[in-house]
């Protein structure tokens, strides 16, 4: 039997050793669907609950073990569901491939079923590499460069198919005007090095400072090693955005943890005090957090010069690989023997999680939120693999999860999309099938769409050699992040209206599917809970009611924020009086303890 386009495909991503699409059927993809089931299914067709899930979970994939992910959907209102997921990788810079059907040529223009105009719906997010296959012999060459430039760029590339193109008989391009060829699969890799003269200015501008600070964000994740010793030399805390919350272990004395609205205090002292910022892989958006400006002498090391000096006055801005240009700066470096600032750093940092135990340790009506995550804490296997969230479950996940040994996290960090934790989980553990991953999840996030993919979850936990995965949900009835942000942001009282949420028993509904289901509604059975549910041989979904007004405070809560709570409060907010309390009991952990 002739090979066709759409066997082509499968064959040439095999090639890439793609061992698993992320997707969702349609007729505008039958001819792909029908050559994974005479491919024997390989690449593997994971298929998800909707199409958005399925980028979710590509991007989850990517996250997780650095390849690039690969989803697929059909024609029209598939390929529309794609996109938020596909705009949460561009946003948080990671590699995915997308293939979109498209209907038959013979039909485009005409206003047929289906039929969007997806080069228009695809250029912004797809901006790096978008092409629609018109003749076969377009491909390998459009496919290869969709994956190269997605590995490259980091970023989310696009292939979009014809339905009936995906049958026709596969032909390669020939050596021949206008036909473009292609070379073997395989990403190059090289090593990127600032100059000798960039990196001898910028040694002289941290060598200049006393009080020296790091802020390290994904793009250090590879240079731990590194970042430890030049902290060290230097006599320097390290600060983590949250997108790089994995990139070194918390139990290192000097690492303040995360940083901005969802920070840590000893984060936010680091910044206001510092004379001297390193920043090494992140593009933290919020400048607000970093040093008054003038304050500090500064120097940036990124491999994208796209995202060199845009959010601080950086004197000394090094393009380069995180790991081989601290490797060339380290020899010019000077150890400060003056370890006064080093001391007062981890006092700090010995001071903040001292302050959130006890934060964690508030009682609240039924669970403290901050408790489960801090329980998780002291439990969490060295090399599991956290999601959380958007939502007031991703200030706990940032403050009070404690990553160590080879943890790896993650969450919607620049889109801040709802509804991407259980999704990313199912990534991940196709990322890493050998190890324990926990999703904290948002009850809002878990109705939107994380109770579906239970479905998908259940479907093929099979697959994976540790089948351990732990669907923790914050059940507080409420869509708490927004509330807080009426409150402290708008100066508005909750509206219950938009914000409560229907109740249902999360446990009840992962029983009712085959899963085991655990409900927790008293915080002394919060421990063991944890407990059973990391020891389990399947996937678990962990339902613990919480209370929605514990406050997500930042440690540096600004005057405004406060008096526009209290307006809030006094317009007739229906949790008024409660929410006073626990926010008084909870602020009050940082000064008495």
Not at 100 to 124: I, N
Not at 286 to 303: E, H, M, T
Request: glycine share 8%.
């Amino acid at each position: 039997m002739a090979q066709t386009v759409a066997d082509y495909v499968l064959s040439r991503l095999r090639e890439w050793q793609v061992e698993q699409v992320f997707a969702y059927p349609g007729d505008g993809i039958n001819g792909l669907v029908s050559a994974f089931g005479k491919a024997g299914n390989a690449p593997r067709f994971v298929q998800a609950r909707h199409e958005e899930m399925a980028a979710f979970e590509a991007v989850g994939y990517a996250k997780f073990s650095g390849r690039v992910g690969v989803c697929m959907a059909t024609s029209g209102p598939g390929a529309i569901h794609l996109l938020n997921g596909l705009y949460d990788a561009k946003s948080d810079h990671v590699p995915v491939v997308a293939i979109v059907g498209q209907t038959a040529r013979s039909a485009m223009g005409g206003s047929y079923q289906q039929e969007v105009d997806l080069q228009s719906l695809f250029k912004d997010v797809a901006s790096a590499y978008l092409v629609e296959v018109n003749v076969a012999e377009q491909l390998p060459n459009a496919l290869d460069r969709a994956m190269r430039i997605a590995h490259a760029e980091r970023t989310v590339t696009a292939l979009i198919i014809p339905a009936d193109l995906q049958e026709e008989t596969y032909s390669p391009p020939g050596h021949e005007f206008k036909h473009v060829p292609s070379s073997a699969p395989g990403f190059p890799y090289s090593r990127v090095l600032p100059t000798e003269a960039e990196i001898m200015r910028a040694a002289e501008v941290l060598n200049s400072g006393s009080r020296p600070a790091i802020l390290i964000g994904q793009g250090a994740r590879n240079a731990a090693a590194q970042v430890e010793l030049v902290a060290d030399i230097l006599g320097a805390g390290v600060a983590k955005a949250l997108l790089g919350k994995d990139a070194l272990p918390d139990d290192l004395p000097f690492v303040t943890g995360s940083i901005g609205l969802l920070g840590t205090r000893a984060s936010y002292e680091l910044m206001r005090d510092c004379d001297t910022l390193l920043i090494v892989g992140s593009n933290f958006p919020y400048s607000q957090f970093l040093p008054a400006l003038g304050k500090a002498r500064a120097v940036q090391i990124d491999l994208d010069p796209k995202f060199i000096g845009m959010r601080y006055p950086t004197e000394v801005n090094l393009v380069g690989d995180a790991a081989s240009t601290l490797d060339a700066l380290v020899p010019h470096l000077t150890r400060n023997e003056k370890r006064e600032w080093r001391s007062t750093v981890e006092q700090n940092v010995a001071r903040w999680w001292e302050t959130i135990e006890a934060q964690a340790m508030v009682d609240a009506d039924p669970v403290n939120p901050m408790r489960i995550v801090h329980e998780l804490s002291s439990r969490i296997p060295e090399d599991a693999i956290v999601t959380a969230d958007a939502g007031s479950a991703a200030n706990w996940y940032a403050r009070h999860l404690k990553m160590r040994g080879r943890m790896r996290g993650s969450l919607s960090g620049t889109l801040a999309t709802m509804g991407s934790a259980v999704p990313y989980a199912i990534g991940a553990k196709f990322a890493c099938p050998d190890r324990p991953v926990i999703a904290l999840v948002g009850d809002g996030a878990m109705q939107m769409n994380g109770m579906a993919e239970l479905l998908t979850l259940r479907r093929y936990s099979p697959l994976w050699t540790d089948q351990r995965c732990v669907i923790c949900v914050f059940h507080n009835n409420d869509l708490n992040q927004v509330t807080w942000e009426l409150r402290a942001m708008g100066g508005a009282p909750k509206f219950e209206e938009s914000q409560v949420l229907p109740d249902l028993s999360y446990a009840d509904f992962a029983r009712s599917i085959g899963l085991t289901g655990i409900a927790v509604d008293k915080p002394e059975d919060l421990g063991p809970a944890w407990d059973r549910a990391l020891a389990a041989d399947g996937p678990v979904v962990l339902d613990v009611r919480c209370d929605p007004e514990v406050p997500p405070i930042p440690p540096h809560a600004t005057f405004d924020q406060m008096v526009a709570t209290t307006e809030a409060l006094l317009k007739g907010d229906p949790d008024a009086w409660h929410v006073v309390a626990e926010g008084v009991r909870t602020k009050l952990k940082e000064f008495i303890r």
